[in-house]
């Protein structure tokens, strides 16, 4: 569930995506019965789970290439125009 839209908010503010890693990290803990002090990298390879940061980038190029394979997509356009350049270095 914490997945779902991170193709729009995954490119928000690290300070506000970490929030989201310490209610996943919280999670697995819970879900695994560990303690609050196992290192998190442990966590993820205890629940074969990859971070939440690898899951946002395979969602984005997922939905990237789903765009590209559609040519009735409205953003198709937009994604091969190649002058995203200044809108990829203003965000935050």
């Known amino acids: ?9 995954g ?3 690290p300070s506000y995506l970490k929030r989201l890693d310490y209610v996943h990290h919280q999670a697995l ?5 560990a ?3 196992s ?8 629940a074969f789970e990859p971070s939440l940061s690898s899951r946002r980038d395979k969602l984005s ?5 789903r765009i590209l394979s559609n040519d009735n997509h409205p953003l198709r ?4 125009n190649g002058n995203n350049n200044s ?5 935050p």
């Open 77 to 80: 356009g937009t994604l091969l």
């Open 1 to 9: 569930m914490i997945d779902y839209g991170s193709v729009v908010y």
């Open 35 to 37: 303690f609050r002090t």
């Open 87 to 91: 809108l990829f270095n203003a965000r």
């Open 11 to 13: 490119s928000a503010r």
């Open 39 to 46: 290192p998190i990298p442990s966590l993820y390879a205890e």
């Open 61 to 65: 190029l997922s939905y990237y290439f």
């Open 29 to 33: 803990r819970l879900c695994l019965g």
